[in-house]
């Protein structure tokens, strides 16, 4: 549970949950991501509860079958373990199917209260593709049917569209993508109560379309390796932590439990933020993109349209539109390339490794040190140039080149003038 002090003075007790991960058993993920490993950095990271992900593959959900135990709020443990790190049972999906003629292709993570309720889910799932082949499983599978299958296994089970504006493999992604929640479930969009972000998207720009004011809006980290666990990350105040208070908040029942806030990825940073063209290394705005007719201006084939230009095509409201309802969020920069950024070394050399492990050790968690620690204290427990670079995040005083077409963007918490042995974006601009 994170103390917010001077931040926040929540009515109860916060807790920050991050809800969308992957195992050793998914394809392009570190070996190192199983429970020991996941638990120790949410604990680094200030996170209280961490999704198991991918409960559909067989080892995998043996494993979590032997190795977590079911506590009294509805959350798991891990048996044997010192960590106070809870686990809730979730896995990400990928359905391809036939849909309005166009082939689909959606992402979705599967929530559930129970490993009970997952084998039931399993027991559905096996009879429609390979579950073995990858901890994601694709499978040839509508989204609704998906959905049906969710809430036939537990009422109290959840499916929330995954990063929903990616272009290749989400809910309004460009590239496969549905134009309403509706047109995606059908008959049962009214059981969807969460989208989330991903990383190339932040809730002002979610907020523009009014299709989503019934839901919630949450982020998670998608996290390939134990280092971007929290990258993005969800806050709940809560009663008291449980998985009945958490599915409360989610669903705006009431309000006792609800999304306090949101840890947001600054969406520049995300892959798919602009369009472009990886081949070419072409980036454009919507409005370039607009000019060139979403040809890339260099090889003449069709861009990838990014999330920002995504979000123009289905919003209703201007990009000023600010409800009065909606919870705040608070963008971050991993501490990690704040500290890599000063050294002006890469995030992964062992200078960083070190000092990132002495500012935890201090400072309490990463997002302790991120948000909560005051400025004098922050100078008492890392170098100046470290405890500048924090300032500058909090103050929203940074660069970035967004990026495109599943490039990364690049951010800046320091200048040229700040590192003169650092070299410019090559990337050419249209």
Known sequence: MVQWGEVTSPPMPTYIADLHLHSKYSRAVSRDMGLETMAAWAGKKGVDVLATAD???PAWF??????????DN?????????SN??????????CIYKKGGETRRVHHVIVAPTLDAVEKIIAQLSLIGNLKADGRPILGLDSQKLLEITLGASPEAMLIPAHIWTPWFAMFGSKSGFDSVEECFGDLAGHIHAVETGLSSDPPMNWRLSQLDRMSIISSSDAHSAPNIGREATAFELEE???????????????????????????????YHWDGHRACSVRLEPAQSRKHGGICPKCKKPLTIGVLNRVEQLADRPESYKPANRPPYRMLVPLREIIAGAFGQGTGTKKVAAEYESLILRGGSEFKVLLNLPPERLAEITLPKIAEGIRRVRDGKISVNPGYDGEYGTVSVFTEKDRPDSAYNQTQLF
């Open 85 to 94: 790190v809870h686990f809730m049972p979730t896995t990400e999906i990928s």
């Open 55 to 57: 409960f559909t593959h």
């Open 241 to 271: 932590l449980s998985y009945a208070n958490i599915m409360s908040a989610i669903k705006k029942q009431g309000k006792k439990n609800k999304v306090a806030f949101t840890l947001e990825f600054y969406p520049e940073e995300g892959r």
């Open 74 to 82: 509805g959350l798991y443990k891990m048996k044997s373990s010192a």
């Open 62 to 71: 043996a494993e979590l079958r032997e190795r977590l135990t079911l506590q």
